[in-house]
């Protein structure tokens, strides 16, 4: 059988006016007239069929009923306010949380955070990494960046840049070519491979027509982007690079796209927040930053 509660607004009235026992200064904590502080407590007092305050030349006083009433429920009104305070002091304060993977973390965003912490010097980021998709409801995160075709459901969205991949090796792996050779030799040589992004050279080799110049080449796996990417530096072979997280080194002239032939695919890196989230400004700050730097790799 379901529980009884009483209409909850007339209680909250009768809370304010139990704990102050003046109707003036009840009506003045709520905003609102006197008259209609006294229309809510005579709605409580209909519901329970018991009179709560006993009306005097000089206030009111509570009942025995109203002060054993009062003792009750004002205990649980406290606790909601006490709630309450506590979920909007987490969404309001201290630190910005925010998830992502480490290859995003190590080779995109780390470059960029101390521009951050320059201009918005009183907001503090804390990064935390992981595969899986975010789950706000479980994950103790303010945002998250994500990869994927964008289909989650409750969250809002942000597009960063879409995954643009090609190949990627040292200067002087391609230096090791045999003189005449072309550089679809490379591709029957030793492929390195992400274990998260275990298609990504199949994707290539089969949207640019080059299948069959890698059937006998030899995969080596690591468990990261970023493993893999310093394997290509060590000149252990050629990676697929992910053309957004390698700007540093193609500044730098440490890797080289040898093919010039990037893939842009459908997925894409994103910003994801919950679908229901209270403003707060460390969030607002930190999203229009990272979509103005996120313009410059579309750029």
Same mark, same amino acid.
């Given at each position: 059988?379901? &529980?009884?509660?009483?209409?909850?607004?007339?209680?909250?009235?009768?809370?304010?006016?139990? @704990?102050?026992?003046?109707?003036?200064?009840? =009506?003045?904590?709520?905003?609102?007239?006197? /008259? =209609?502080?006294?229309?809510?407590? =005579?709605?409580?007092?209909?519901?329970?069929?018991?009179?709560? !305050?006993?009306?005097?030349?000089?206030?009111?006083?509570?009942? &025995?009923?109203?002060?054993?009433?009062?003792?009750?429920?004002?205990?649980?009104?406290?606790?909601?306010?006490?709630?309450?305070?506590?979920?909007?002091?987490?969404?309001?304060?201290?630190?910005?949380?925010?998830? $992502?993977?480490?290859?995003? $973390?190590?080779?995109?965003?780390?470059?960029?955070?101390?521009?951050?912490?320059?201009?918005?010097?009183?907001?503090?980021?804390?990064?935390?990494?992981?595969?899986?998709?975010? +789950?706000?409801?479980?994950?103790?995160?303010?945002?998250?960046?994500?990869? *994927?075709?964008?289909?989650?459901?409750?969250?809002?969205?942000?597009?960063?840049?879409? #995954?643009?991949?090609?190949?990627?090796?040292?200067?002087?792996?391609?230096?090791? !070519?045999?003189?005449? =050779?072309?550089?679809?030799?490379?591709?029957?040589?030793?492929?390195?491979?992400?274990?998260?992004? &275990?298609?990504?050279? #199949? +994707?290539?080799?089969?949207?640019?027509?080059?299948?069959?110049?890698?059937? /006998?080449? %030899?995969?080596?796996?690591?468990?990261?982007?970023?493993?893999?990417?310093?394997?290509?530096?060590?000149?252990?072979?050629?990676?697929? *690079?992910?053309?957004?997280?390698?700007?540093?080194?193609?500044?730098?002239?440490?890797?080289? @796209?040898?093919?010039?032939?990037?893939?842009?695919?459908?997925?894409?890196?994103?910003?994801? &927040?919950?679908?229901?989230?209270?403003?707060?400004?460390?969030? %607002?700050?930190?999203?229009?930053? !990272?979509?103005?730097?996120?313009?410059?790799?579309?750029?």
């Amino acid at each position: 059988m379901s &529980r009884r509660y009483p209409p909850l607004n007339p209680l909250r009235v009768f809370v304010v006016v139990a @704990r102050l026992e003046n109707l003036t200064a009840a =009506a003045q904590e709520l905003h609102v007239s006197q /008259s =209609a502080v006294s229309r809510q407590i =005579a709605a409580l007092e209909s519901y329970l069929g018991i009179e709560l !305050l006993r009306r005097e030349r000089h206030g009111v006083t509570l009942t &025995r009923a109203g002060a054993n009433y009062a003792k009750r429920v004002m205990p649980a009104f406290d606790e909601i306010a006490t709630a309450t305070e506590k979920v909007l002091r987490d969404t309001s304060h201290g630190v910005l949380r925010v998830r $992502t993977y480490t290859t995003f $973390t190590a080779k995109w965003l780390i470059p960029r955070l101390p521009d951050f912490h320059a201009r918005y010097p009183d907001i503090e980021v804390l990064v935390s990494n992981a595969v899986p998709d975010v +789950d706000f409801d479980r994950d103790a995160v303010d945002l998250a960046i994500q990869f *994927g075709d964008g289909h989650w459901p409750r969250v809002q969205l942000d597009l960063l840049f879409p #995954d643009e991949i090609e190949p990627v090796c040292s200067p002087q792996y391609l230096k090791s !070519l045999p003189r005449g =050779a072309t550089k679809d030799v490379l591709l029957g040589k030793r492929l390195l491979v992400s274990h998260y992004r &275990r298609t990504d050279w #199949d +994707d290539w080799l089969s949207a640019t027509g080059k299948t069959q110049a890698a059937v /006998s080449a %030899e995969r080596m796996s690591f468990s990261t982007s970023v493993l893999t990417w310093q394997a290509a530096l060590d000149g252990l072979g050629m990676a697929i *690079g992910q053309s957004a997280m390698l700007q540093a080194e193609f500044e730098k002239g440490t890797l080289i @796209r040898p093919f010039n032939q990037p893939l842009r695919r459908e997925k894409a890196h994103y910003l994801v &927040r919950p679908a229901s989230q209270r403003f707060s400004r460390r969030v %607002e700050v930190f999203r229009g930053w !990272l979509l103005a730097e996120a313009a410059k790799v579309v750029d």
